[in-house]
């Protein structure tokens, strides 16, 4: 082991913050194609990111940052909202959706962090949450076993894809101000 890995592993050894942000869980394989599967799996997704947003309007004390916590709420409680009424033709009775441990983790992970490394924590937990999303969205839009789930399902599509836009621009720091630890 050289030198130069060695100081990386002791680094990540013995930091107190992660060096990279904790995420979800992808939904699983089921979810892409069958009705209740995607609509829980649809609805943890939504769950975790109102969640995980809604602490970062109470941490994060970047504009830009905070600017898109608040879409992402008002987003995905409507895509709550409209996954609902789809299962709700398809026939289905849909439960409240949960947080699974993974995103439990995630949340928890956000709500210990410190000030300084918040906004990377919560960035760098959106993109590969919203990437899970897209593909659970493109999938069950293209294969799933319900016409009224696949339609909302390729309505949220695009909703998906803007939210890991806006991640994307945030982590690679334009629009945020010159916001340290990105």
Do not use: C, W
């Not at 939904?27 to 970062?56: Q, R």
Request: aromatic share 4%; hydrophobic share 45%.
């Amino acid at each position: 082991m050289t030198i130069k890995y060695f100081g990386l592993l002791l680094a990540a050894m013995t930091t107190t913050t992660p060096l990279f942000a904790q995420t979800p869980p992808p939904p699983p394989a089921e979810a892409k194609t069958s009705a209740m599967p995607y609509v829980m799996a649809a609805g943890m997704s939504d769950l975790y990111e109102i969640n995980s947003s809604e602490i970062a309007l109470q941490k994060s004390k970047t504009p830009a940052v905070r600017s898109f916590a608040t879409m992402l709420i008002k987003h995905h409680k409507m895509t709550t909202i409209a996954t609902t009424k789809a299962a709700k033709k398809a026939g289905l009775t849909p439960t409240p959706p949960m947080l699974d441990a993974g995103a439990t983790a995630s949340i928890a992970e956000l709500e210990g962090a410190s000030a300084a490394d918040f906004d990377r924590l919560y960035i760098g937990q959106q993109i590969p949450a919203h990437q899970a999303a897209l593909d659970l969205h493109q999938s069950y839009a293209s294969g799933g076993d319900q016409a009224p789930l696949r339609m909302t399902a390729k309505t949220a599509v695009p909703i998906v894809k803007q939210h890991i836009a806006a991640a994307l621009k945030l982590q690679s720091g334009k629009g945020m101000g010159g916001m340290s630890g990105m």
